[in-house]
């Protein structure tokens, strides 16, 4: 009997590699299929569309629906994730919430009927709640999983959401996927890099092992900009290097994070102002190395997806996917 549970307690994890999809046409290019196929990743997060609170019509809306200007391919599975803005909770009913999850799950199945989907096994919501949306949030999971009960139903944990869990509740979702990026105050000037920063995660990340849920990994491979005006963040630039930064004439490098405008001028269509901060934050394969061995043992399930914030042509310029392949291997 010892051996046998020695056995069982060593049993090889079964890792796979996923994305999120988050843009609102879905299209893969020739690069992109070949940096999947050379993964062997067959599933997509797709973000179907969000809702959200409009004033005027005095209701929670889809924005941002998908459309798929492409075919799917045949191999790759696509997992319909929608946003819930937290203010939509704060605005809507408790009376209007089963009428809400009814409009999602007609929305889905349109926009799935539209891009020749046959359906789907799994769908994902997004939605940082709070303490006063929780109860509102928790009776849409279960709305939405009484309309479908065939599909697995995942909600995103943020890791505040997992450390007081005792406070923030458990979702009744049937699976959370952890968001582990973003985890320090983007608005806070001293702040280095709020995309990642494994002293403040793992802070988080004590009573991560005794979560009842099933737990699947985001994590972040996307790099920003941060726009500083007058000590305040004004927005933030997607998708720029270290590298770009270090050759525009125009910035004086200030520390190894840092560069100030010396003169004002147009950067990646935002105009930026004469003694603007630009503070570049990103996901080091390093630091996502230590992460992946962080998060490793805490994890309990044995079947683990491991999915990548997001999939453009940014990320498979910058990080190869031998690279994202080692990340996923150190949770085995």
Known sequence: ?????FIACHTQRRTNIGFYYWQQVFTLSPGQLTYLENLDTHTLYVKFFDVDWDESARDAVPLAKIHFSTHLPAHIEIIPC???ANRALKKISKEHIPLLARRITTLLKTLQ??????G????????DWSLSTKQKYFTLLKQLKNLQPHITLTTTLRLHQITYAHTTGIPPADKGVLM???????DDIETENSIIDLEKGKDYLVNLQDYPLRIDIALPAFSWAVLLRFDKVTKLIHNVTLDMLEKTAELEQTDSRRFKVKKSFYFRGYYLYKDDILRYEDAEIAVLQQAA???RPKIRNQDLNIIFFHL??????????EELEDIGSRFD
């Open 1 to 5: 009997m010892a051996s046998l549970l």
């Open 82 to 84: 929608v946003f819930i």
């Open 180 to 186: 582990f990026y973003n985890m320090a105050d983007l």
């Open 113 to 118: 009927s539209a891009a020749n989907m046959s």
């Open 120 to 127: 789907t096994r799994e769908l994902q919501i997004d939605c």
């Open 312 to 321: 453009n042509n940014y990320l498979i310029e910058e990080y190869s996917y």
């Open 293 to 295: 061995e962080m998060l």
